[in-house]
């Protein structure tokens, strides 16, 4: 005999339907961002309030920790883009506010810094190599956003920056502050006379503001691939760089600083390398669209 006849069957009471206002509330939904989108946006905040904190700590005559904030500042601008394109939160308000936070951070702040470091505030000629830096910047912060959505640039151009990157030229203005708190940590007084004199600041200020607007390409190592017999150099070298600049922080960064401007020359030669690679496979691959076919050999 069937189970389902001889067991006692249980009554089954349908479900209440929900009242016409439950439903409506269960429908809804909240609307805004999810927490990922704003991720990036909070740390472009924290590097803004870092940079904005370096101005409070040079009008302290804290130079040391002004240059440690403005060091974070720059991480957090490393940080803030990849991490929105791996959590697939980039929008075009996060890449705005991020270029306003690096004018303030990279453009503003170090030379308001050399100002409080060694250069007169009342001296108009100590006025003009800050004015230019902060103007250089600008321009190159406008011609970076402007280029955003063009997509004409070749392959090869993707890996290079046109002109030197704002984060790194802040690091390059910086060199007097970075060698004058070296010289003080280590107690040498000529060294720090040195950093203290207002023409390397302002040297520094001017040469630098000429490589923020140049055309000059520069590696950006977004997608910079390292050739396998380099892995290991490359890892050593960065486990030495790390322990000098633990041990050496001041000394470190201003060695960094010209680390990175002898490798200029090297990135204008691979940038022209690569370019004439291109040429010529487009030259090639025209010739072999256009050859003329040669023609059957005669019968007989």
């Given at each position: 005999m069937d189970r389902a006849l001889t067991e006692p069957q249980e009554d089954v009471v349908p479900a209440r339907p929900s009242s016409?206002?439950?439903?409506?509330?269960?429908?809804?939904?909240?609307?805004?961002?999810?927490?990922?989108?704003?991720?990036?946006?909070?740390?472009t905040m924290l590097g803004l309030c870092a940079g904005l904190s370096a101005m409070r700590f040079a009008l302290l005559g804290q130079f040391g920790m002004a240059a440690g904030a403005l060091l974070f500042a720059a991480c957090m601008d490393g940080l803030d883009g990849r991490i929105a394109r791996l959590l697939r939160?980039?929008?075009?308000?996060?890449?705005?506010?991020?270029?306003?936070?690096?004018?303030v951070c990279f453009g503003v702040v170090p030379p308001f810094m050399l100002m409080m470091w060694s250069l007169p505030p009342r001296s108009r000629f100590g006025f003009i190599p800050c004015l230019m830096f902060t103007v250089c910047m600008a321009l190159r912060l406008a011609r970076f956003n402007a280029t955003l959505d063009?997509?004409?640039?070749?392959?090869?151009a993707a890996s290079f920056f046109s002109g030197v990157p704002a984060p790194a030229g802040a690091g390059l203005a910086l060199f007097p502050v970075f060698v004058g708190l070296e010289a003080q940590r280590n107690d040498l007084p000529g060294l720090e006379v040195f950093a203290?004199?207002?023409?390397?600041s302002a040297a520094c200020l001017i040469v630098t503001a000429f490589l923020l607007v140049s055309t000059l390409p520069v590696w950006s190592f977004k997608n910079f691939k390292v050739p396998s017999q380099m892995i290991v150099p490359l890892l050593l070298g960065t486990g030495l760089y790390a322990?000098?600049?633990v041990t050496e922080p001041w000394g470190a960064l201003a060695s960094a600083g010209l680390l990175y401007l002898i490798m200029l020359p090297f990135s204008r030669r691979s940038y022209w390398h690569l370019r004439h690679e291109a040429e010529e496979d487009r030259r090639l691959g025209g010739q072999a669209v256009t050859a003329p076919r040669s023609s059957p050999p005669s019968a007989g």
């Open positions: 016409p206002h439950q439903s409506r509330r269960r429908r809804a939904r909240r609307r805004g961002l999810s927490f990922n989108r704003l991720v990036p946006n909070i740390l939160g980039t929008s075009r308000f996060g890449a705005e506010f991020d270029s306003l936070s690096d004018f063009d997509d004409s640039k070749p392959e090869y203290h004199s207002p023409w390397l322990a000098f600049l």
